[in-house]
């Protein structure tokens, strides 16, 4: 199905061609002249994902400005109604993975500006090259009447200014050598959806005692140029982008500076693993996100073949984060079944604005320094716990209790390579989770199950078994709950240890 657009120009009649799909045919000949073009129509519900508009900037433009507006009509209980996204393409064309993007603002503006040298955050400054730009609708959601738009684009003359070179946060901190770092990979500034700037949000991960973050702006990496003032010796500050497809969202974590992922695909389209591939030549990680949340297009339906690490924990814990765990684990229990590579689990705050709290929660991850380089590969390799915040941390490991590897020790993300029958030794140290109850889990489901911590949040937990009775043992702990089979909010939670010769390994590239 199309859509009917009316093209109303300043000085000049009104126009109307047809767009379907995602092609976007000639302009009507004298369609266009030097002033403000109004671009009005109405999309009807089953449209294409995106709408492209095609204007004119003349010669001399020094400024782009655009506002939008659609109506919103009323819907009968439990249907969507009207939403619309908007961004833009220069010259180059809207080609998918082509170089023509300029921003992405969602549904989060209802106006935006670009000229050479600024822009408005979740844009890119650059040059206002004369020719043919497009307006890339995104009817997010369409009312059972239709969703009916109109967009009013305004070249401004003026000289062109020099569009400044970025500079971007250095990929490495100070650190303390070998250690435990704590970061939050999903966050969201006013370069998107989010109310904070980039100072505000490292100030709040400093406050919540984070050694890093990633930046996850929504489809756009026009942040990037924007983080360098943030970082420190203190706070290693990575570059990405949540890539926000209409069929889940992916993290981009760590890539290279200047890095943007496409998101206009389906799992039907058959284009999801050239993107994957993208981020990885890029040096980042793949992180589907809160990939069980309930909202429209956020759950992830394009599989786990291409992901790196998968975003468990998301936000404050709730049902769908208990969803997520249970499938997570069920791969676990399949790849230990299996022989085949598994995937580590992570967990970020999504934070967008008050009163979201960053660092809830928080992976800490052993890493050999606080650098880009190590910190992917420790999250990568699976090392690696999540926590709720600066408060809380864990010491997990096992230790093997006999045969020729007596006193052997692996720890979160390794494996403990003993023989089938060997007695192991497992061993969490809690702190900082008053009235909070430890479970270890393996491949055999909930085998162990504490006492509460004491009001101190303190203590140790021991617990022995063997590679016959675990492939892998990982611990949780959670907060109190009331009496039933449902457990508590999370408190912490870690990657597994695996155990034995055979039955597994650790994470593979691109598992």
Same mark, same amino acid.
């Given at each position: ?47 294409? /994902? ?142 998107? /959806? ?318």
């Amino acid at each position: 199905m199309g859509h009917r657009t009316d093209w109303s120009v300043a000085r000049q009649g009104t126009r109307g061609f047809h767009v379907a799909g995602h092609a976007v045919p000639p302009a009507p000949p004298g369609a266009y002249v030097e002033g403000v073009t109004t671009l009005r129509g109405t999309i009807p519900p089953g449209s294409p /994902d995106f709408v492209y508009l095609p204007f004119e900037v003349p010669p001399g433009t020094g400024e782009l400005k655009v506002s939008y507006t659609y109506d919103k009509p009323p819907v009968p209980p439990g249907t969507p109604g009207n939403a619309l996204d908007i961004g833009l393409f220069d010259w180059r064309g809207t080609e998918l993975g082509g170089r023509g993007f300029r921003g992405w603002s969602g549904g989060a503006r209802t106006g935006f500006f670009v000229r050479a040298d600024d822009a408005t955050p979740g844009y890119l400054p650059g040059p206002l090259r004369p020719g043919t730009w497009y307006i890339a609708l995104g009817p997010y959601t369409v009312a059972p009447q239709g969703l009916s738009y109109e967009v009013t684009v305004t070249p401004e003359e003026g000289a062109a200014g020099k569009t400044p070179e970025p500079a971007y946060p250095p990929d490495r901190a100070r650190g303390r050598g070998r250690d435990w770092y704590r970061g939050d990979c999903h966050l969201h500034s006013w370069h998107s /959806d989010g109310r904070r700037t980039p100072a505000e949000i490292a100030a709040l991960a400093r406050a919540a005692g984070l050694d890093f973050l990633n930046s996850s702006d929504h489809n756009t990496h026009a942040s990037h140029a924007h983080w360098a003032g943030t970082a420190g010796d203190d706070l290693l500050v990575l570059l990405g982008e949540e890539v926000t497809t209409r069929n889940g969202h992916v993290l981009a974590l760590g890539t290279d500076p200047g890095t943007f992922v496409d998101w206009r695909y389906r799992a039907r389209d058959g284009r999801w693993a050239r993107f994957a591939r993208d981020i990885r030549r890029a040096g980042g990680l793949v992180v589907p996100a809160h990939p069980h949340a309930d909202c429209v297009g956020c759950g992830w339906k394009f599989g786990f073949a291409e992901a790196d690490v998968v975003e468990v924990w998301n936000g404050a814990w709730t049902p769908d984060d208990e969803m997520a765990l249970a499938a997570w684990d069920a791969r676990l229990v399949a790849s230990v079944r299996d022989g085949r590579a598994w995937l580590p689990a992570m967990g970020d705050s999504d934070a967008h604005r008050d009163p979201d709290v960053v660092g809830l929660p928080q992976t800490v991850v052993l890493a050999d320094g606080l650098t880009r380089e190590a910190i992917l590969e420790g999250l990568r390799a699976g090392r690696s716990y999540v926590a709720e915040s600066r408060h809380v941390s864990l010491a997990f490991s096992v230790t093997a209790d006999g045969g020729g590897r007596a006193g052997e020790e692996a720890g979160i993300g390794e494996r403990l390579a003993v023989g089938y029958d060997t007695p192991v030794t497992v061993r969490l140290e809690v702190s900082g989770a008053p009235r909070c109850s430890v479970r270890l889990v393996t491949d055999q489901g909930v085998m162990f199950t504490g006492e509460p911590l004491p009001g101190s949040g303190a203590g140790t937990v021991e617990w022995r078994t063997t590679p016959a009775r675990a492939a892998y043992v990982r611990a949780e702990v959670r907060h109190e709950t009331a009496p039933g089979p449902v457990p508590g909010a999370m408190a912490a939670f870690t990657n597994p240890v695996f155990l034995g010769r055979a039955g597994g390994g650790g994470p593979a590239e691109g598992a």
